[in-house]
């Protein structure tokens, strides 16, 4: 491996000063992917900035919503009961990335950053309404993750700004949401299409109250199906979508279809419908550009149903989904 | 090209310290084998798929390829070789053995040690837990049902013992 000289700051703005005054500077946080680049040649700096010994990026807390360190690595947030419940869809993505080797060190902020279409944990965020911290040399900023992906490895990121967390809103206790990874292997695959959706919907009658009513083995459709009557409004939607476009994206058109709308699983499939005609894919070696299409119109129906069933049924005693 | 120059540090390798100077480009799994002799440590890929150089830092399995020895300093760090205590086998490495988890052996000390890593986590794992916490460590012998087994058996004995 090529040589570079190795720096340690302690605190944020140690870090911006250091990557405005070295020349051929990288962040590295967990390293699995700047290290892997590295290795391959692809990535040659002349120094690299660790940010682990930074304690102001590696916490996390319940701060008008949640406020996630961009240190904090996926296996933290995998271990995060409050996450589980209020933010599922992000525990979903946390749990699935590479495997326990990799989540004990690699970084939110590290996965987001680098950007890939195929970015697990963007899906989630975009749903959750993630808004990013920027820290720079002159000013801290923060903006919609929305509007943080520019293209494939191409970020909002200024010359010498770093990531210094993500803030996610609270959402109200009628809520669910979920991200579906569809890979080919049960572990350590990158995504063939990644779908997230988050759902609030308007509970209108009394039976729905009593949620351990519902607490059966019986399937979701089934549940929505009895339901016909009691009017499910659905109060606010968002649905993302990764690998369908050069950044993950929001599906916005579905989103709007939705919203405000009684929700049903016919209601879903032509919402899904509407999400497969606003995604571009494109052939690759993990799947076709027709797949990828036909399956963002299951995966999107399935992503909205587990959501709902996220929100009427105890998340613990909904049958967990096997992987095996 | 200007001399990159190393860095002291101290690593903390099966409770035995270790003062060394490493250039910052060198990954943990280099300073293992190469200056601590610490072999039992494998690497395949190099770039984090495969799961043979899995080493355990603070009780939790990593890396080692991708891991720098400069960003460990100061932490506990388990190779395979700080399982056996006084020439007697770790009962996950007894249960490899007797259950013939082991083939050509090479993957062994990553799976060990993730499995030693999960059943210290959570004492009687399901079959579906195990399978997933070793689903980072590639095997190209067994196809995984021995190696299964052998933790299954010490899963069985941790939900006795409770």
Known sequence: ?324 | MKKIKGYSITLTVNNENYDLTAEPNRTLLEVLRDDLHLTGTKESCGEGACGSCTVLVDDQPVRSCLTLAVAVEGRHITTIEGLSQGGALHPVQDAFVAHHAIQCGFCSPGMILTAYALLKENPSPTEEEIRRAISGNVCRCTGYAKIVEAIKSLADQGRQER
């Open chain 1, 1 to 324: 491996m090529k040589g570079y000289e190795y720096h340690k700051p302690s605190t944020v703005k140690e870090a911006i000063d250091l990557m405005g005054s070295l020349e051929n500077a990288k962040f590295i946080a967990g390293g699995t992917d700047v290290m892997v680049l590295i290795r391959q040649k692809k990535l040659s700096p002349a120094h690299l900035i660790s940010l682990r010994n930074i304690s102001d990026l590696s916490f996390m807390e319940t701060a008008n919503g949640f406020f996630i360190g961009g240190g904090v690595t996926h296996s933290e947030i995998v271990g995060n009961e409050f996450i589980q419940k209020h933010y599922s869809a992000l525990s979903d993505a946390a749990g699935n990335i590479g495997s326990k080797q990799i989540r004990n060190v690699a970084t939110l902020c590290g996965n987001i950053c680098n950007a890939a279409p195929s970015a697990d944990s963007a899906c989630p965020l975009l749903v959750l309404d993630a808004k990013v911290l920027i820290a720079g040399p002159d000013k801290e900023r923060e903006i919609a993750l929305d509007d943080f992906f520019l293209g494939p490895n191409r970020t909002a990121l200024e010359k010498g700004e770093m990531v210094k967390g993500f803030h996610m809103p609270p959402f109200n206790e009628n809520t669910g949401s979920t991200y579906i990874k569809h890979t080919r292997r049960a572990a350590m695959d990158l995504p063939i299409l990644g779908i997230a959706a988050r759902v609030t919907i308007k509970i209108g009658g009394s039976q729905i109250g009593c949620k351990d009513a519902f607490c059966t083995i019986d399937t979701i459709s089934n549940i929505l199906k009895h339901l016909e009557g009691e009017d499910l409004v659905c109060e606010d939607v968002r649905i993302a979508m990764g690998v369908v476009s050069p950044k993950p994206i929001r599906a916005k058109k579905a989103e709007a279809a939705l919203l405000g709308k009684v929700v049903s699983e016919k209601l879903f499939e032509e919402i899904a419908e509407i999400a497969a005609s606003e995604a571009q894919p494109r052939d690759s070696i993990r799947g076709e550009a027709w797949y990828r299409r036909d399956m963002i119109k299951v995966l999107t129906k399935r992503a909205l149903l587990k959501s709902i069933d996220r929100v009427i049924r105890p998340d613990d005693l909904i049958h967990p989904d096997r992987l095996w």
